[in-house]
């Protein structure tokens, strides 16, 4: 019995290290599509390019060129600007509707399971589809809202949503806030439900009225979902590029007033503003944006952890 045991323990323990093989296919994907791409991005970054043909390193040459050389540093800071200006529409329209609305889901209303799946199915729908509908839908000339607005007599209203500087990125972000918006709603609505009833019911007898359990307990109570949200908006802000490219083209227009990063990075790795150091340039642009959405997404997790109230 002595003698076997430790064979007894030696196949244990191999079958106990086996399971770890179930984790290398994710691993491998991982691997192959996450940690390549960025170090091979950041060695790009590093040399100077003639064509596809990697040729002199050059250290930070690249980034020196972006931040400081025309065209490229007046092309980033005016695409850093609307991205900047892309996630506070979102917040703003997105999150806060969403909020609103899943504090109405959440309480006595009849039909809830109905209204949760009319506003997710936007979602289902693709990116490069909901752009396209939007395009025919803000034509100037036969789109179905200049249509309407002239139908009921605000005809002076009209005009040429996509084709306006003034207006064309705040028509995307408005856009882009209908697609998601559903998707967030659900996020709010399992924040809103871990919120125990005997919270309120304290609050109520404490005296504490509509708008104080608002401020003081649905929001605190709540901040786990709206940290979540809020780092997920200022990613998908950061990193947009589908729903504008479909509307607008990879220039951004009119007169790239809705130009943004992910343009910006289309543009210069095929060439058409860095010319030959195209993959250099735009290798150092994508490091750039990782960093910026990596510091601050991990500020933002901190800043958030330190307001997350325990209940």
Request: glycine share 8%.
């Amino acid at each position: 019995m002595n003698a076997m045991k430790p064979a007894v323990i030696k196949k244990r323990n191999l079958a106990k290290h086996m399971v770890h093989l179930f984790l290398l296919p994710a691993l491998i994907f991982y691997v192959g599509f996450m940690i390549y791409p960025i170090v091979q991005a950041l060695l790009n970054s590093l040399f100077s390019w003639k064509g596809l043909v990697r040729d002199k390193f050059i250290g930070l040459q690249n980034f020196i060129r972006l931040f400081t050389e025309s065209p490229f540093n007046e092309m980033f800071t005016r695409a850093l600007s609307h991205n900047v200006i892309y996630f506070a529409g979102m917040i703003i329209f997105e999150m806060v509707v969403a909020f609103l609305l899943a504090m109405l889901i959440n309480s006595k209303m009849k039909g809830k399971e109905f209204f949760k799946t009319v506003f997710f199915i936007p979602k289902l729908l693709s990116v490069i589809v909901v752009g396209f509908l939007f395009s025919l839908i803000l034509n100037p000339t036969y789109g179905a809202l200049n249509t309407f607005l002239s139908f009921i007599g605000l005809g002076e209203l009209a005009k040429p949503w996509l084709g306006d500087p003034h207006t064309a990125l705040y028509s995307i972000i408005l856009v882009n806030s209908w697609y998601g918006f559903g998707f967030a709603v659900l996020i709010f609505l399992v924040g809103l439900q871990a919120i125990s009833a005997e919270v309120y019911e304290a609050a109520r007898i404490d005296g504490a009225s509509g708008t104080k359990m608002v401020t003081k307990i649905t929001i605190p109570l709540a901040m786990p979902s709206i940290m979540i949200m809020t780092i997920l908006t200022f990613i998908s802000s950061f990193e947009t590029f589908e729903l504008i490219f479909a509307m607008q083209g990879s220039s951004g227009g009119p007169y790239y007033s809705t130009d943004v990063l992910g343009l910006y990075f289309y543009r210069l790795a095929f060439g058409s503003v860095s010319g030959g150091d195209s993959i250099g340039i735009g290798s150092a642009l994508a490091v750039v944006l990782l960093v910026l959405i990596s510091a601050a997404t991990a500020i933002s997790m901190y800043f958030f952890k330190r307001k997350e109230v325990e209940h």
